[in-house]
């Protein structure tokens, strides 16, 4: 148990859907991050938000847009998915966005888009 | 070719030999990272280095910043140690992590 949960943790979703993934933080970090892993790929990078403000977006599409209400929550919108973006979606949390500041994960969504 | 690469991609081995992980980087970095990631996707910080050699238990980490190489050493290898295990690079050029594909270790009883 890290501190970071995340739900749902399966997800199965056509391509007109919409949904949304969630995040939730109980270590009081103020910097959290979206990652995307693919089979076979490195871990990407997707979002980071500092202190509810998002501080970078690593050409992530415009299907994707997430939302930082407040320091411990973090969402990922999904709309008009392709069956590519099908990964594992994980958050992650620090004590601020230092890259070199130790980073709680979450367990992770794992997303099939049909 | 990925600016970070892992080797070997896949290692089975019996329980209580002594493993190591490679990870070659060809970006300057300020950092790096070893990550482990357990079967269902969740993922712990191992360690954080920018120089030299950390131990944790039975995990050490060394890092040669000259030669651009990392190693992650095992010792007396255990089943609950199965997992991936993810080199990650902080580039000292734009600040960005760049992440290896991972190894994936697999410890036989």
């Known amino acids: 148990e890290t501190g970071v949960t995340q739900t749902p943790r399966h997800l199965v979703m056509g391509m007109t859907n919409k949904k949304s993934l969630k995040c939730e933080q109980h270590?009081?970090?103020?910097?959290m991050y979206w990652y995307k892993q693919s089979a076979k790929k490195p871990l990407e990078l997707m979002f980071v938000?500092?202190?509810?403000?998002?501080?970078e977006n690593n050409s992530v599409p415009s299907r994707f847009s997430p939302e930082c209400p407040n320091s411990s929550h973090l969402f990922l919108h999904l709309h008009t998915l392709q069956p590519e973006d099908s990964a594992l979606y994980l958050c992650?949390?620090?004590?601020?966005?230092?890259?070199?500041?130790?980073?709680?994960f979450g367990p992770g969504t794992r997303l099939t888009v049909l | 070719k990925n600016e970070v690469e892992q080797s070997p991609q896949n290692l089975t081995a019996q329980e209580g030999e002594f493993i190591t992980i490679n990870c070659s980087y060809s970006?300057?970095?300020?950092?790096l990272h070893w990550l482990q990631q357990h079967p269902g996707g969740g993922i712990v910080s191992l360690f954080m280095?920018?120089?030299g050699k950390k131990k944790h238990g039975r995990l050490i980490a060394t890092i040669n910043i000259q030669e651009k190489h990392s190693s992650l050493h095992i010792t007396a290898s255990h089943p609950r140690d199965s997992a991936v295990y993810i080199c990650?690079?902080?580039?000292?050029?734009?600040?960005?992590?760049?992440f290896g594909k991972g190894t994936r270790l697999h410890i036989l009883p």
């Open positions: 992650a949390s620090s004590r601020g966005e230092d890259r070199d500041n130790e980073q709680f």
């Open positions: 280095l920018s120089s």
């Open positions: 990650a690079v902080r580039s000292s050029r734009d600040d960005k992590i760049i």
């Open positions: 938000y500092s202190l509810e403000e998002r501080v």
């Open positions: 270590l009081g970090h103020n910097a």
């Open positions: 970006v300057g970095i300020s950092a």
